[in-house]
Every structure is written in C-alpha cells, then in structure tokens.
C-alpha cells in the first residue's frame, strides 16, 4: 500500500520535471520563431493586454477583483504564443505567469473567434495564500489558462478562465 505522503512526494517529482521541461521549451522559444517558415500566410504579431473586469466564483472578502494584468505575447505564424503577464493575484499579491501556448480559430463562418490555451509557471502566492494553488511547494506552480476570444488586425477581447476560482476579461491591441 502506498502511502499519501509517497504518492504526493511522486507526483511532486513528476510536476518538477514537468516544470523543467516546459522552463527548457520556453527558453528555446526564440530560436524557434527565428527558424519560423511561416506557411501560414499569417504574419506573427505581437499582443499587448490589460485586464477590464474579475469575478470569482466563491467570494471571499480577501479577494481583489482588479487583478491590473499586464501581459504581452507573441504570436507565431503557426499559432503558437510565447507571453509573460504581471498581475495582482486574488488576495493582492503581484504575481507573474510565464507561458506558451496555441490558438485555433475553429469556426470558418466566424474567423474572428478563437481558442487559445496557454501553460506555464505561475509565481506570487506567498505567506498565507501559498497553499491557494495546487502544487506551490517552492513558490513556482504550473498553470493552465484556457480562453475563448474574439480578435481582427488590431485588437484582441479575451474571457480567460483562472482555474477553478475566477473569470478574467481582458482586452488588448495587436501590431505585426
């Protein structure tokens, strides 16, 4: 019989070198978008954006609804995104989320909609809230954001989905 204490210490180790692998894929991001062929007929853009609006799903009067998110991204040619966003987390502490991620723009009838799922290092709950997300053991966690949004040349609408706590709408302008 396994104990808790040995599957948790497990699953630690496997997260850790997930972490690694992801950290690795990430610095490797800008050799990769140099090498870009670009067959898309898709030029690579740059995304600057800010949070509009936050609602938790529990309210807790600890929690702060303007997260003040600050992100940038770039997006390939093959719609791959490579970002980085500074934020106040939902007790108001700043926090940054490294990533990388890819969007899909399913519906032909509407291409302006899109999907997009980022991943990557999540770092900011200290003190008190270390324990509010899931593997924070060496105040590094893995994140996973998935988001349904709507963009054209210029600007970018986005409702992202934090977890199992919150919906963030961000909005934003796009430059190639």
Do not use: C
């Not at 999907?115 to 809230?129: A, D, I, M, S, V």
């Not at 324990?131 to 988001?147: E, M, Q, R, T, Y």
């Not at 986005?158 to 961000?170: D, F, R, W």
């Amino acid at each position: 019989m396994i104990s808790r204490q040995s599957l948790l210490s497990a699953i630690s180790n496997v997260l850790a070198q997930l972490l690694l692998a992801a950290g690795s894929i990430v610095a490797s991001a800008p050799a990769a978008l140099a090498q870009e062929a670009g067959g898309t007929g898709l030029k690579p853009q740059w995304v600057f954006q800010t949070s509009l609006y936050t609602t938790h799903f529990n309210p807790d009067p600890r929690h702060v609804n303007h997260q003040r998110m600050l992100s940038f991204e770039h997006r390939s040619t093959e719609n791959w995104i490579y970002g980085f966003s500074f934020q106040r987390n939902s007790f108001g502490q700043p926090t940054q989320y490294l990533y990388m991620g890819k969007l899909w723009r399913p519906l032909a009838s509407y291409p302006n909609v899109h999907l997009k799922l980022t991943g990557g290092l999540l770092h900011g709950y200290k003190g008190e809230f270390r324990d509010k997300i899931p593997f924070n053991k060496h105040g590094i966690a893995p994140g996973l954001v998935p988001s349904i949004g709507w963009s054209n040349r210029r600007f970018v609408a986005e409702v992202h989905l934090l977890g199992a706590a919150a919906l963030m709408i961000s909005g934003g302008v796009i430059w190639e």
